[in-house]
């Protein structure tokens, strides 16, 4: 087993959303940390493309940010979304509210802008240092030895603790793959997503900014969230084979003009978009064990690099920020054990990341399909009727993990413990709780369509 001296060398692989937070956490309760990054400094050479331009951030991510003091910074460039408005066929566009009180929001945010906000933090977070250009090719637990390729050479860096968070297809996750007891498996969506752009129009939003947008198709959807520029940035999630249908730049204008009446004409360069833009992978990732020790070093996997989800309950950066958060907290807790810790740490996070990536593909069948159905709608009425009428005592799923930092698995125990609550209350005819939904449909059944 690694030494346990607190004073221990940190390295972190990934300067994304994770490694950053990460680090400066760290770095913040006065170890040593050098994060090291494949790619150029992107706040000098602007974002991937192809990488996703907004992220939506809820509650966890929130506490996350308030705890390296960037909560307040990153709110004043993000727009709140209270609800979805959903686009169905042939018919008029309707705001779903995400909360109970119309207030509650979740917030879009730019990918890259909060990047470099975290990254602003790293580099001014005295222990932290920040190499920009290391591509990890191999780790060596046993000799506590890292080494990277970059532009001049081969190089080495020492480290007693290696966290990985580079993302879905971790070169420190390959580092332990072949490890004796590692289990990886990585699913794949027959989806998958290209980005549009809806421009600014006359200087103002073309679509409600206190919105996400949803165009559901049943098997496939567009989504749309606000900038700051007043645009709005577009996601299909689209079969390959929807894709792959559109040949001709007329195929491409006739399927939207079809599909999306309400908005083909407000996408100007859709043409193009379509064909410059590169389509995506949608992946869940489950991998385990996340901790690997050797005789000098240890490495723990973080964020996508442990559990990669797919998008659609926006929790990806929020549940990576929930790992940073918990990790630091439980070296903070252990001391100089640093086994412990680490193995705590793989405990406490493992289920819940599981139960939020069951919880996101099954959203991805509410957003493409069940959000336009009258019986979707009388449903979220109903969960919202019940949260006003009996607070503290029941809650939607959605509300837990978007507005709460209730651990994933509890709001797993929690939706099944109210859903038992509701059978016998409807089993008595009698309670606060069923009330309240039997003035829901008495006052909007009739209405159930519109």
Same mark, same amino acid.
């Given at each position: 087993?690694?030494?346990? *001296?607190? @004073?221990? @060398?940190?390295?972190?692989?990934?300067?994304?959303? =994770?490694?950053?937070?990460?680090?400066?956490?760290?770095? *913040?309760?006065?170890?040593?940390?050098?994060?090291?990054? *494949?790619?150029?400094?992107?706040?000098?050479?602007? =974002?991937?493309?192809?990488?996703?331009?907004?992220?939506?951030?809820?509650?966890?991510?929130?506490?996350?940010?308030?705890?390296?003091?960037?909560? !307040?910074?990153?709110?004043?460039?993000?727009?709140?979304?209270?609800?979805?408005?959903?686009?169905?066929?042939?018919?008029?566009?309707?705001?779903?509210?995400?909360?109970?009180?119309?207030?509650?929001?979740?917030?879009?945010?730019?990918?890259?802008?909060?990047?470099?906000?975290?990254?602003?933090?790293?580099?001014?977070?005295?222990? %932290?240092?920040?190499?920009?250009?290391?591509?990890?090719?191999?780790?060596?637990?046993?000799?506590?030895?890292?080494?990277?390729?970059?532009?001049?050479?081969?190089?080495?860096?020492?480290?007693?603790?290696?966290?990985?968070?580079?993302?879905?297809?971790?070169?420190?996750?390959?580092?332990?793959?072949?490890?004796?007891?590692?289990?990886?498996?990585? !699913?794949?969506?027959?989806?998958?997503?290209?980005?549009?752009?809806?421009?600014? %129009?006359?200087?103002?939003?073309?679509?409600?900014?206190?919105?996400?947008?949803?165009?559901?198709?049943?098997?496939?959807?567009?989504?749309?969230?606000?900038?700051? @520029?007043?645009?709005?940035?577009?996601?299909?999630?689209?079969?390959?084979?929807?894709?792959?249908?559109?040949?001709?730049?007329?195929?491409?204008?006739?399927?939207?003009?079809?599909?999306?009446?309400?908005? /083909?004409?407000?996408?100007?360069?859709?043409?193009?978009?379509?064909?410059?833009?590169?389509?995506?992978?949608? %992946?869940?990732?489950?991998?385990?064990?996340?901790?690997?020790?050797?005789?000098?070093?240890?490495?723990?996997?973080?964020? !996508?690099?442990?559990?990669?989800?797919?998008?659609?309950?926006?929790?990806?950066?929020?549940?990576?920020?929930?790992?940073?958060?918990?990790?630091?907290?439980?070296?903070?807790?252990?001391?100089?054990?640093?086994?412990?810790?680490?193995?705590?740490?793989?405990?406490?996070?493992? /289920?819940?990341? !599981?139960?939020?990536?069951?919880? =996101?593909?099954?959203?991805? %069948?509410?957003?493409?399909?069940?959000?336009?159905?009258?019986?979707?709608?009388?449903?979220?009425?109903?969960?919202? =009727?019940?949260?006003?009428?009996?607070?503290?005592?029941?809650?939607?799923?959605?509300?837990?993990?978007?507005?709460?930092?209730?651990?994933?698995?509890?709001?797993?125990?929690?939706?099944?413990?109210?859903?038992?609550?509701?059978?016998?209350?409807?089993?008595?005819?009698?309670?606060?709780?069923?009330?309240?939904?039997?003035?829901?449909? *008495?006052?909007?059944?009739?209405?159930?369509?519109?």
């Amino acid at each position: 087993m690694p030494e346990t *001296r607190a @004073d221990q @060398d940190v390295a972190v692989i990934g300067a994304g959303l =994770a490694g950053c937070l990460a680090a400066t956490l760290l770095g *913040r309760s006065g170890r040593r940390v050098t994060l090291h990054e *494949r790619r150029a400094d992107p706040r000098a050479t602007g =974002a991937e493309r192809g990488r996703s331009i907004n992220l939506a951030l809820s509650a966890r991510g929130l506490s996350a940010l308030e705890q390296v003091g960037l909560r !307040d910074e990153v709110l004043a460039q993000a727009l709140p979304m209270h609800g979805r408005m959903v686009h169905a066929k042939d018919a008029a566009a309707q705001l779903q509210p995400y909360s109970a009180d119309r207030v509650r929001a979740i917030h879009s945010v730019s990918r890259s802008r909060l990047n470099e906000l975290l990254l602003d933090a790293a580099e001014a977070t005295p222990g %932290v240092t920040l190499e920009f250009g290391h591509e990890l090719e191999s780790v060596d637990l046993d000799g506590g030895v890292l080494r990277f390729r970059t532009d001049t050479g081969p190089v080495e860096r020492p480290a007693g603790l290696v966290l990985g968070a580079d993302g879905s297809y971790a070169a420190s996750r390959r580092a332990v793959t072949f490890r004796a007891g590692f289990d990886f498996s990585q !699913d794949f969506l027959s989806h998958g997503y290209k980005e549009l752009t809806i421009p600014a %129009v006359d200087g103002d939003f073309a679509l409600d900014p206190g919105a996400l947008h949803i165009w559901p198709q049943g098997s496939s959807m567009m989504i749309a969230l606000p900038n700051l @520029d007043r645009s709005f940035t577009c996601t299909l999630f689209w079969t390959r084979e929807e894709f792959d249908a559109l040949g001709t730049d007329d195929e491409i204008r006739s399927h939207f003009a079809r599909h999306y009446p309400d908005v /083909a004409d407000l996408i100007p360069d859709l043409v193009d978009d379509f064909r410059r833009n590169p389509i995506g992978s949608l %992946v869940t990732i489950r991998c385990s064990p996340w901790v690997h020790h050797g005789e000098r070093a240890s490495l723990a996997l973080l964020g !996508d690099a442990a559990h990669a989800i797919v998008p659609f309950f926006g929790q990806g950066a929020n549940c990576a920020f929930e790992d940073c958060i918990e990790l630091d907290r439980l070296l903070a807790e252990a001391g100089d054990d640093l086994t412990g810790a680490l193995d705590a740490y793989q405990q406490a996070r493992k /289920a819940n990341c !599981d139960a939020i990536a069951e919880m =996101a593909l099954d959203n991805f %069948v509410e957003m493409r399909d069940r959000v336009s159905s009258p019986v979707f709608r009388l449903r979220s009425r109903a969960q919202h =009727a019940l949260e006003r009428a009996v607070p503290g005592r029941y809650q939607s799923r959605y509300e837990m993990v978007s507005f709460t930092t209730i651990p994933y698995v509890e709001i797993e125990h929690r939706m099944r413990r109210q859903n038992l609550g509701l059978l016998a209350t409807g089993a008595t005819g009698s309670g606060a709780a069923l009330l309240a939904v039997r003035r829901l449909l *008495r006052g909007r059944g009739s209405r159930v369509g519109s």
